[in-house]
């Protein structure tokens, strides 16, 4: 099939751009270098929120909870969206104020539901949070989880039952260009597939596809960890999401277990190495002891425990658009840790800026690529 649009990886960002792109009446071929079921979105914790310090992103969400909550109708999969919430805890006046700046900013965005809550109404949500040392917090009830590949599967089934052709272990792919045009991929076998135009939804690898193209796209990988504990009834399974704001731990329920996860950065030799590293398990305990004090008498599942790959941007925003020095080379990269639950809404945006030259339902104007070398990032507020 000749397409219209290629759309290189396979994860949910991808999945969702080749449904979109399908659905605007592109022919569409997607190409993933792995094998299914390997890549980012596999690691992925499920997460979904709204509660952002950033307009954009609050928009962002919005536009994929409206998405969500017709998935199953528009792609026959349930992507098990569970509406548990978000808290968000301060432990000083300072972080509250993050936090109070950040209601303002979601309340003139659209989000009107998130709030600030009260020691008891934070003890009524999470009746194993310690909160001696906190000064207050905020909550939003429709912010929760998901299922990350049943999102993916539902768009790539979809995908295909409006004609898109879907290609996994392809291996590595390098962009094709002729003055200053993409002129199609090239495969590791030699194999050019022409196309006028590609959508870059790499992942992690976005940065190193594009700068083969010679394109400077600021995509860097960066580890993140989960530790996952044995099963234990100490964890209700309505339990929120829960987030301490100092030092960013968090943990959520799940399947009658907990979900551990801590940014924390360690020094590695390869940027790409996704392996679990037992001094993030050292440094993460102890923090979740104090936080969740139940935790203290719940062994950790090591074989459960995973690491995997954010594809990191200078703001820690999306970016997505056509790159200026490339032209049919287009970008929805760098969501920064947040593409599982921004992907329903990145999928349509770039899917209309490939179609029409701008997005139409949401102004994305500060998630444009060029941003960074006009030295205009978005404002990064501190919650996580």
Request: glycine share 10%; charged share 20%.
């Amino acid at each position: 099939m000749k397409a219209d649009v290629l759309v290189i990886g396979g994860g949910v960002i991808g999945a969702s751009a080749a449904y979109h792109l399908s659905q605007a009446g592109l022919k569409t071929r997607l190409l993933e270098r792995n094998e299914p079921f390997q890549g980012s979105t596999t690691r992925a914790t499920g997460g979904f929120r709204a509660q952002f310090s950033t307009p954009i992103n609050v928009q962002l969400s919005l536009l994929s909870r409206e998405k969500l909550l017709r998935f199953q109708e528009e792609t026959g999969i349930d992507p098990c969206y569970q509406p548990n919430g978000y808290l968000f805890c301060a432990r000083n006046e300072s972080q509250l104020q993050i936090l109070r700046d950040a209601l303002r900013v979601q309340h003139q965005a659209g989000l009107t539901e998130s709030h600030e809550v009260s020691f008891e109404e934070m003890k009524r949500l999470n009746p194993a949070l310690f909160t001696d040392d906190l000064v207050g917090g905020t909550f939003c009830p429709t912010d929760g989880f998901m299922v990350p590949m049943n999102l993916r599967e539902g768009y790539l089934q979809a995908a295909q039952r409006l004609g898109a052709i879907i290609e996994y272990g392809i291996g590595e792919l390098r962009v094709v260009t002729e003055h200053g045009r993409v002129k199609g991929v090239q495969t590791v076998q030699g194999e050019t597939i022409d196309c006028p135009r590609v959508v870059n939804a790499a992942g992690a690898w976005a940065g190193v596809l594009a700068r083969a193209a010679g394109v400077d796209l600021p995509v860097e990988p960066l580890k993140r960890h989960v530790a996952v504990t044995q099963p234990t009834p100490n964890i209700p399974p309505l339990m929120p999401m829960t987030i301490d704001v100092e030092d960013g731990f968090h943990l959520r329920p799940y399947q009658g277990r907990a979900r551990l996860l801590m940014p924390l950065d360690l020094s590695v030799h390869d940027p790409f190495d996704d392996s679990f590293d037992e001094r993030w398990l050292k440094a993460i305990l102890p923090k979740a002891c104090h936080r969740i004090p139940i935790l203290s008498n719940v062994d950790i599942d090591r074989a459960a425990c995973w690491a995997g790959l954010y594809e990191m941007s200078p703001d820690k925003h999306a970016i997505l658009g056509e790159a200026k020095e490339l032209s049919g080379f287009y970008f929805v990269n760098g969501s920064s840790g947040h593409g599982v639950m921004h992907s329903p809404a990145l999928g349509q945006l770039i899917a209309e800026i490939v179609t029409h030259g701008n997005a139409k339902i949401i102004d994305t104007f500060a998630l444009r690529p060029e941003r960074f070398i006009e030295q205009d990032f978005n404002p990064e507020q501190g919650i996580l």
